[in-house]
């Protein structure tokens, strides 16, 4: 079975520093993996994904991740914060090799950026 | 793309009544997926189908819970006898199976409190 774990419910960060939301899977299969952004009373937004091929993935707004097999990991980064990032962010898992199939969410992460 | 609307954006009730959320999923998309987030968690599924036949249900769906998509476009997730723990995000979201993009479009959720 599929499951995610995203260390840190809470992360703090002062504008213009790096963010490094981290984000832990475990899958039967060869994973899809995505990160979505939610904000305040919103839907949720993909950001980016890793399906196969190249093992850096770029997304919108300058978010970056890195699917590290050996590691199990899925970080998500961005070398500089702005204010308008702060929200709450998602990593997800597919129940199978397809992003077409239900998505196994973690518990997520508070990103709150600091003037 | 117009996007994934739900309706109503929020749902008031008191215990044991019955409610009924609709989502209409973006046009052309035959995959549409149910998800329940509770404060502080990720979304967790609840059920998907592909046009009008529902391929899984969740454990979670428990009797009470009932969803359909009678003509593959929109949807209704039907709660019987709500409870205070029904209270949630509903979310729903569509995919796409016939392009590569692997991606499901999240709509803005409806929130549901039960009094």
């Known amino acids: 079975a599929q499951s995610v774990t995203q260390l840190g419910s809470h992360v703090s960060v002062s504008e213009g520093a790096l963010v490094l939301l981290r984000c832990n899977y475990s899958?039967?299969?060869?994973?899809?993996l995505f990160w979505y952004v939610q904000y305040p009373n919103q839907g949720l937004q993909l950001l980016l994904k890793y399906t196969t091929g190249a093992t850096l993935v770029k997304g919108i707004n300058g978010f970056e991740a890195e699917f590290k097999k050996s590691e199990t990991s899925f970080h998500l980064t961005k070398p500089s914060a702005h204010m308008s990032d702060a929200a709450e962010y998602f990593c997800a898992v597919s129940a199978s090799n397809s992003g077409n199939t239900p998505l196994v969410f973690g518990k997520g992460t508070r990103l709150s950026v600091i003037a | 793309d117009t996007g994934v609307s739900q309706d109503p954006r929020h749902k008031i009730t008191k215990r044991g009544q019955n409610v009924t959320f609709r989502c209409d999923p973006i046009?052309?998309?035959?995959?549409l997926y149910w998800y329940r987030q509770t404060l502080g968690q990720g979304p967790e599924f609840l059920t998907y189908f592909q046009n009008e036949a529902q391929l899984e249900k969740s454990r979670l769906l428990s009797d009470r819970f009932s969803a359909e998509r009678p003509k593959g476009s929109f949807s209704t997730l039907e709660i019987q006898r709500t409870e205070q723990g029904d209270s949630a995000m509903y979310l729903c979201?569509?995919?796409?199976?016939?392009?590569?993009?692997?991606?499901?479009?999240f709509g803005p959720g409806t929130r549901l409190t039960v009094l």
């Open positions: 979201a569509s995919s796409f199976t016939r392009d590569r993009r692997n991606e499901q479009f």
């Open positions: 899958s039967s299969v060869p994973p899809y």
């Open positions: 046009s052309e998309h035959n995959r």
